[in-house]
């Protein structure tokens, strides 16, 4: 097992004349999940610029080249991942003193992190996460959007205790309880000539005008299905919201996917219709995912506990 001693500073030392601290060891590995310094330093929330120096003063501190550096983006060394390899052993470490420390601290407020793709936060999380919340006035969570890729990179990073993740993502060494399944439909105006079909393929509607998300998970997932098609969406604009997105279809603007709760409840407040999209990705099971460990907070296993057991 990895020893550590704390430094002046709070910096960790690996072995004389090598030291790098918490945010170093968090930065390398969110780089290395992301394959890009860009995407890395979002992730922890430092500037690209810090970043890059960051990342260079690692390398001269250890002596050897950590990652290799291209047009695509950036990828770990032999070097980098025998560091990423010991960087997830410490946030593992860190989770678990975390832990410990939230048993003795009664009290005091505690900070929960959930990432989840775009339909889990918009229509079940609010619902579900309000009651426990409630329940648990010291209790605080920070919730971030993110793909499912993306989510489980974080999980093994310790850049979240929480992830909601479809079953498109590979799981292995992540504990999964069941938590909702989301159908994606395609809405239109009533009397567009879509609107009597039941079903629809995504192929079959790529190059129509489309109302898109401002950002998000779901829309990135969308514009890159609509590549893999050989197309690309014709978006003629971009709303924050679902029900946005259904009342523009609704007036003819074009048309709009969004996960079939939002359609059925736009449709008690107007005319709209909803198709459902019959391709294998438009049904989404999706999970809540977490650490298949030991050293997982009690706060967090309780949480994740609640998410699932949601009738």
């Known amino acids: 097992m990895l020893r550590l001693r704390l430094v002046r500073r709070q910096r960790i030392c690996y072995q004389s004349g090598m030291r790098f601290d918490i945010v170093d ?26 970043a890059s120096e960051r ?7 250890s002596g050897v080249k950590l990652l ?8 770990p060394t032999n070097a980098g991942e ?27 407020r505690t900070v929960i992190r959930l990432m989840a793709p775009t339909a889990a936060i918009t229509e ?30 974080a999980l093994f990073a310790g850049l979240t205790e929480i992830g909601i993740i479809s079953d498109t993502v590979n799981t292995e060494g992540l504990m999964l309880r069941p938590f909702a399944v989301d159908q994606l439909v395609v809405v239109a105006s009533p009397d567009h000539p879509l609107a009597e079909r039941k079903t629809v393929l995504f192929a079959d509607v790529v190059h129509e005008s489309f109302i ?16 893999i098609a050989g197309g690309r969406l014709k978006t003629r604009i971009r709303t924050r919201t679902f029900e946005g997105i259904c009342r523009m279809a609704a007036g003819g603007v074009g ?37 298949a460990d030991d050293n997982i907070a009690a706060t967090t296993r309780a949480l994740a506990e609640h998410l699932t057991s949601h009738k």
């Open 255 to 291: 048309l709009g996917i969004v996960p079939a709760t939002v359609a059925q409840s736009c449709r008690r407040i107007m005319k709209i219709a909803a198709i459902r999209l019959v391709d294998d990705w438009a049904t989404r099971r999706f999970s809540v995912c977490t650490r």
């Open 25 to 50: 060891l968090r930065l390398f590995l969110a780089v290395v999940n992301a394959g890009s310094i860009t995407h890395g330093a979002t992730a922890v929330g430092i500037s690209l610029p810090s």
């Open 68 to 75: 290799e550096r291209g047009r695509r983006g950036v990828s």
């Open 55 to 61: 990342l260079r003063a690692m390398e001269m501190a």
């Open 124 to 153: 079940f999380l609010p619902e579900r996460l309000a009651s426990w919340m409630s329940a648990n006035p010291n209790i605080d969570i920070d919730l971030k959007e993110r793909q499912s890729s993306e989510v489980v990179r």
């Open 212 to 227: 898109g998300l401002a950002e998000g998970a779901l829309q990135e997932n969308l514009d890159g299905r609509a590549q």
């Open 82 to 108: 025998a560091l990423a390899h010991h960087a997830m052993v410490v946030q593992r470490q860190m989770a678990q003193m975390r832990s410990e420390l939230d048993e003795h601290a009664k009290g005091l």
